[in-house]
């Protein structure tokens, strides 16, 4: 089945560097969306990528989506305490049946040290 | 508006016990999904509904595991015969139509424990 793998696991960072996640699909997707999930909290969707290529930004996050669809990324600009939580990829698999059906990556904790 | 809800938030239950867990999904949602977390970990897929379609049920782990949804309402997740390894926290989230791409919103979700 479809899989979709997340690195790195874990990050540390201290407040003001740059953090990247990265996701891979083991299939071709269609979409590709992001969540983040604070401390305690539940998963809240952040953006999703559709097109090939594509690099969406919102404020300091930069979102790609690789030219093959089968690769994604989040970058962080200068990371806040705000940072903090877990960011998840979620991809759609391309020519599925189950329309609507996301796979998540097992996310990357983002912790950030003032 | 109101958003996902669900209930209870909180369920302590004995080892082979029953739990059936509740869903209430943003109205006009069509695609509802549960999803289990275990302490943290990813989400690990359940069940998914769309509309009058059959629901796919591939990510159920045992026979143990069951949920419905009437129409395009309230879903409940029940849990037969409940084991330790079932305590997670377990997700809903619904969309406006499975066939996406359309962004998943969650609920609080349940906090099981299985003791």
């Known amino acids: 089945g479809q899989q979709v793998m997340q690195i790195p696991q874990y990050q540390h960072v201290q407040e003001g560097e740059d953090f990247t996640t990265y996701c891979n699909s083991s299939t071709t997707l269609s979409n590709i969306q992001w969540y983040k999930q604070r401390p305690g909290g539940h998963p809240v969707f952040l953006i999703q990528?559709?097109?090939?290529?594509e690099v969406k930004k919102q404020k300091r996050l930069t979102f790609q989506f690789g030219e093959a669809k089968k690769n994604s990324s989040l970058h962080i600009t200068a990371t806040q305490t705000t940072d903090v939580g877990t960011y998840f990829c979620?991809?759609?698999?391309?020519?599925?049946?189950?329309?609507?059906?996301?796979?998540f990556g097992q996310g990357t904790i983002l912790t950030v040290h003032p | 508006g109101a958003g996902v809800s669900q209930s209870p938030s909180n369920k302590v239950t004995e080892k082979g016990k029953d739990v059936e867990l509740r869903c209430d999904p943003i109205s006009g949602h069509t695609a509802l999904y549960w999803y289990r977390q275990r302490l943290g970990q990813g989400l690990e897929f359940l069940i998914y509904?769309?509309?009058?379609?059959?629901?796919?049920k591939s990510g159920l782990p045992s026979d143990r595991f069951s949920a419905e949804r009437t129409g395009e309402s309230v879903s409940t997740l029940t849990i037969q015969r409940t084991q330790q390894e079932d305590s997670a926290v377990y997700l809903c989230a619904s969309s406006l139509r499975g066939r996406g791409p359309y962004e998943q919103y969650f609920g609080p979700g349940t906090r099981l424990t299985v003791t």
């Open positions: 979620a991809g759609e698999n391309a020519g599925g049946t189950s329309y609507g059906k996301l796979t």
């Open positions: 990528l559709v097109k090939s290529g």
């Open positions: 509904f769309q509309g009058n379609s059959a629901p796919d």
